[in-house]
């Protein structure tokens, strides 16, 4: 699970929640949180922080993993572009298999991650799916 982790010195509570959220997503099985700090632009709080590096770490991970051999089947699941470099680096290897999913809107299609002359599997996780797996504590109150 990759998130971005408030500043403790910028919003104290948030950062509080965040770390809750972590230490309780760790204790989880096969689960491991990976948060980089959030940037914060100079009008904060009119404007809202940004997540900086995530996208990056997620496809150094998604790609080192698999050269390190540590997953038969790597799902990226993220409809960001910038991630199609790690997932057409992953595919040439030839093993692990790559593969997508991507959140199924009650409308529409969705999106997700596709590559030009390529059969990428996509795992689409309806709505039932999700709240299933949704986490609902409120990591602010604790």
Known sequence: MYRGLPSSAKDPKGYGAARRQIAAWNKLPHVAVTARPLRYPRDYPASKPEEKG???QIALDFVMMAVRGEYDVGVLMSGDTDLLP?????IRLSHPT???AAWRPLTDQGRRLRLKNSRL???WIDHHA???IRDN???TTR
């Open 98 to 100: 790559a593969e997508v």
């Open 86 to 90: 790690a997932l057409e680096e992953v």
């Open 54 to 56: 995530i996208d990056v």
């Open 121 to 123: 599997y996509c795992h």
């Open 137 to 139: 504590t409120d990591y």
């Open 130 to 132: 999700y709240t299933s």
